[in-house]
T-cell receptor
Framework: NAGVTQTPKFQVLKTGQSMTLQCAQD?????MYWYRQDPGMGLRLIYY???????DKGEVPNGYNVSRLNKREFSLRLESAAPSQTSVYFC???????????FGPGTRLTVT | AQKITQTQPGMFVQEKEAVTLDCTYD???????LFWYKQPSSGEMIFLIY??????QNATEGRYSLNFQKARKSANLVISASQLGDSAMYFC??????????????FGKGTLLTVNP
């Protein structure tokens, strides 16, 4: 039981490059989330998926797209990376009734 | 307007003493949930404690307790008998319904706790 896994752990991109962050969970959770964490800002929700086949915008969706590939996997895509997207990205999943978030280990992304 | 406010950017406590980390929230929902997470310097997010809005008793988990004052909209975390390993960033979060069966969490900006020997 690996919980929530994320790949890659670290990534450096040049401005304008694209990449996809991968997330998978093996806990049979319906809901999955992508957050970014910046110094002094806490965690901010980018996108979430309440169930397979649905996605919704969070607080800071601009510059990102997501895909809920199946119940296990939820990917985050940066189409044209910008230095403002330098951050630590966390994927999480949750389950009814408390919706406690189970977090992955994070991806540290630097855009130069 | 901020939905979760943590007014203490940093806190210091002596080992073995108790410490309270403040959290206030803003919601018009009747049903909501409050969480505390710990983030050590290694970066992972660790769930500590949960309080539902209808729970009459304050939540406790080992050395952690949540001082829930509904009328004041506060959900302070109390750590008893602090240990050096408690040094970390602590985040308060609130679960709200965002429509239908959609639920999401909003996080505060965090409090950095340092435990001194």
């Amino acid at each position: 039981n690996a919980g929530v896994t994320q790949t890659p752990k670290f990534q450096v991109l040049k401005t304008g490059q694209s990449m996809t962050l991968q997330c998978a969970q093996d806990m049979n959770h319906n809901s999955m989330y992508w957050y970014r964490q910046d110094p002094g800002m806490g965690l901010r929700l980018i996108y979430y998926s309440a169930s397979e086949g649905t996605t919704d915008k969070g607080e800071v969706p601009n510059g990102y797209n997501v895909s809920r590939l199946n119940k296990r996997e939820f990917s985050l895509r940066l189409e044209s990376a910008a230095p403002s997207q330098t951050s630590v990205y966390f994927c999480a999943s949750s389950v009814w009734p408390t919706y406690e978030q189970y977090f992955g280990p994070g991806t540290r992304l630097t855009v130069t | 307007a901020q939905k979760i406010t943590q007014t203490q950017p940093g806190m210091f406590v002596q080992e073995k003493e108790a410490v309270t980390l403040d959290c206030t929230y803003d919601t018009s929902d009747q049903s909501y949930g409050l969480f505390w997470y710990k983030q050590p310097s290694s970066g992972e997010m660790i769930f500590l404690i949960y309080q539902g809005s209808y729970d009459e008793q304050n939540a406790t988990e080992g050395r952690y307790s949540l001082n829930f004052q509904k009328a004041r909209k506060s959900a302070n975390l109390v750590i008893s008998a602090s240990q050096l390993g408690d040094s970390a960033m602590y985040f308060c979060a609130m679960r709200e319904n965002s429509g239908g069966s959609n639920y999401k969490l909003t996080f505060g900006k965090g409090t950095l706790l340092t435990v001194n020997p």
